[in-house]
């Protein structure tokens, strides 16, 4: 495979691996330093590609490992997982500052939550894939996945409903 093949092969999940690695490691030098290996290492293997089904997920699976491999090595129990992919309309200012209020506190609770399901509501809910595509970059079989992502869910809901309707945690 030449290198334009290559480039065309990677181009249509280019972004999701950039975002997974940012998810993971916060820092956005640190997301493209990881992308950039995750190319590499893809790049190594580019004879083989084939043989691994979809390169999408097996590039997703690199990501990931990668990624833990990074955290462990540098800072093992400092993981963020934010998401800022919220907008609204024209919303009014109390608006903005309530809805940030909202992200921020399901950030924290997402922050809480173990490794697995972080990584779990970050691929099904932010990324959008399917329950197979979860399954093969985490190695587990759907059921346990859509356990986690049950769980994961409620900690959020029961969380976020006790702190509406309760105040501050």
């Not at 993971?24 to 030098?29: F, H, K």
């Not at 992308?35 to 089904?53: A, D, F, M, P, S």
């Not at 173990?114 to 809910?125: A, F, G, K, N, S």
């Amino acid at each position: 495979m030449n290198q334009n093949e290559f480039v065309l092969l990677i181009t249509p999940f280019r972004d999701k691996v950039f975002r997974l690695a940012k998810r993971l490691l916060i820092s956005t030098e640190e997301a493209e330093d990881a992308t950039q290996e995750v190319w590499v290492k893809l790049w190594n293997k580019n004879e083989r590609l084939n043989g691994y089904g979809s390169v999408e997920a097996f590039a997703m699976t690199i990501t990931k490992n990668y990624c833990l491999d990074q955290l462990k090595s540098k800072r093992a129990g400092n993981m963020s997982i934010a998401h800022s992919n919220f907008t609204d309309g024209a919303p009014s200012l109390q608006q903005k500052v309530e809805d940030r209020d909202s992200l921020d506190w399901v950030e924290k609770i997402i922050n809480q939550l173990p490794e697995q399901q972080r990584l779990i509501i970050q691929m099904r809910d932010v990324e959008h894939y399917e329950f197979e595509e979860i399954a093969k970059v985490l190695e587990m079989n759907e059921t346990a996945i859509r356990v986690a992502l049950s769980r994961a869910r409620k900690t959020i809901r029961e969380s976020m409903t006790k702190t509406h309707n309760y105040g501050i945690q």
